[in-house]
């Protein structure tokens, strides 16, 4: 993924990443002030050398105490110290648990031990602080070498131990941080992953993350039987009349050089709706006032004569057999510049047909007679009659329907057409979720009573 796509994944998540890091921040400063409060109380001692008779032994006496101030500091912690603490206070703890309560500091090149003890109480931490610190002069009084009958350094208390006036911990303010950091970044895991495994792309854009080929438009989603050629015939103020509309326009930018006149509309699996897209195109076409023929070569499962309604006994493979002329099988529909040529009857070899000489010669008067033709083939992964077409047309439109085609079934359907050199004139997303309300589109056909009758009209 790219850094723009990773931007877009994000924004189209912005809801749920602001949720968790509010949910993640305010749960965690909630959970904050159910934990038990810890105070700590701190003190001081220094380490002092016996005072030399000279300037000499002042010298060697302060870069002594330097040496081992870091041995006593260790000494703080150790159950020498500590063990007369627990007994003094009755803490009812080992010296080893104790330890984990007291920490141990000595500034940077100083003599100075600083205590902080940390409780429950703030009055036990303060009598913890002290009783350590006066512990620990002792031992070092114990410890330390003798000059003669006093030892060579000795603690004093210069910050005797302090009663805390507030709690050092929970910090609500830092729990409530890292919680909302942790719900960010579980919800922008949620939203890559979600993403990734995204296995039917549900718009163009996710189409355009999948393919350089061109994304020629989307056609937006209507009622669950709705017809969409019948659609832009009778509302061509809708969303599907201006996306069709669209489509037609954009073959015209991504074929400036070869124009397309004859093209073929496939796609990856059934019921991706490239019938109705075929029927609903050539009206587009038409309206443009270009003559326009839409072929069913779908001669496995023809199904435009159902969605226009002209008659489908004749038609394509009636012309291959010779049972009619080509000018007998074509049928007016809809528009004044838009003609059908429907499947016709059910042919037991229609791989034969597809590929026969006959069907090339049918391509060639249409292309004499006809400013556009579009022809409507089985679905690519299913059999190979698009790539038969493919080298006597001018290129192939790959349809797929959003939240229906599996990506991996579009990228074997794209690999399929491109691996065998055909010229693919882009992709049509069929079924896109779009916003309705917008003061420059009608109401779609079929959407009012007085259209019910086309409700029942089967779509591809």
């Known amino acids: ?185 579980l919800a922008v895991g949620i939203a890559l992953t979600r993403e990734l495994l995204r296995s039917r792309p549900r718009n163009a854009d996710d189409v355009k993350a999948l393919t350089d080929l061109p994304v020629l438009g989307e056609v937006p989603q209507l009622a669950r039987k709705a017809n969409l050629a019948k659609s832009v015939l009778m509302a061509p103020r809708g969303h599907a009349a201006e996306a069709l509309r669209a489509v037609a326009a954009s073959l015209r930018f991504v074929s400036v050089d070869q124009p397309a006149r004859m093209m073929i509309l496939t796609s990856a699996r059934p019921f991706d709706g490239k019938s109705s897209i075929s029927v609903a195109l050539g009206v587009a076409f038409a309206e443009a006032g270009r003559r326009t023929l839409v072929i069913d070569a779908d001669l496995r499962n023809p199904s435009i004569a159902d969605l226009t309604g002209v008659e489908g006994g004749v038609g394509l493979t009636t012309v291959l057999v010779h049972d009619c002329e080509f000018d007998e099988a074509v049928q007016p529909w809809g528009h004044k510049n838009l003609s059908i040529l429907p499947g016709g009857v059910l042919s037991p070899n229609p791989g034969q047909l597809i590929s026969s000489g006959q069907l090339n010669e049918t391509l060639a008067l249409a292309r004499e007679q006809f400013d556009v033709v579009i022809i409507d083939t089985a679905p690519v992964l299913a059999v190979s009659d698009a790539l038969w077409l493919a080298p006597h047309t001018d290129g192939m439109i790959l349809v797929t329907r959003a939240k229906k085609t599996p990506t991996r079934a579009l990228l074997a359907a794209i690999d399929t057409v491109t691996s065998t050199h055909a010229r693919v004139l882009g992709l049509v997303v069929n079924g896109v979720r779009i916003q309705r309300d917008s003061k420059y589109h009608s109401r779609e056909y079929g959407a009012t009573a007085r259209h019910r009758e086309l409700q029942d009209a089967r779509v591809d």
């Open 1 to 185: 993924m790219t850094v723009a796509q990773y931007v877009h994944v994000l924004r189209r998540n912005l809801l749920l990443i602001i949720l968790l890091a509010v949910v993640g921040g305010t749960g965690a400063y909630f959970y904050s002030h159910t934990l038990p409060k810890q105070y700590r109380s701190y003190a001081s001692v220094m380490v002092v050398p016996v005072r030399g008779e000279n300037t000499s032994e002042v010298v060697q006496g302060a870069n002594y105490v330097e040496n081992i101030v870091q041995s006593y500091a260790l000494l703080a912690t150790t159950p020498y110290v500590l063990q007369p603490v627990v007994d003094k206070l009755d803490l009812g703890v080992s010296p080893g648990q104790l330890a984990r309560q007291v920490n141990v500091v000595t500034p940077l090149n100083t003599v100075v031990i600083q205590l902080a003890v940390t409780d429950s109480s703030p009055q036990r931490a303060q009598s913890i602080a002290g009783a350590t610190s006066d512990s620990l002069i002792a031992a070092v009084n114990e410890l330390s070498p003798k000059i003669g009958s006093e030892p060579a350094v000795r603690l004093e208390v210069i910050s005797p131990a302090t009663l805390p006036q507030g709690y050092v911990s929970p910090n609500s303010k830092t729990y409530g941080m890292v919680g909302a950091l942790a719900g960010l970044v």
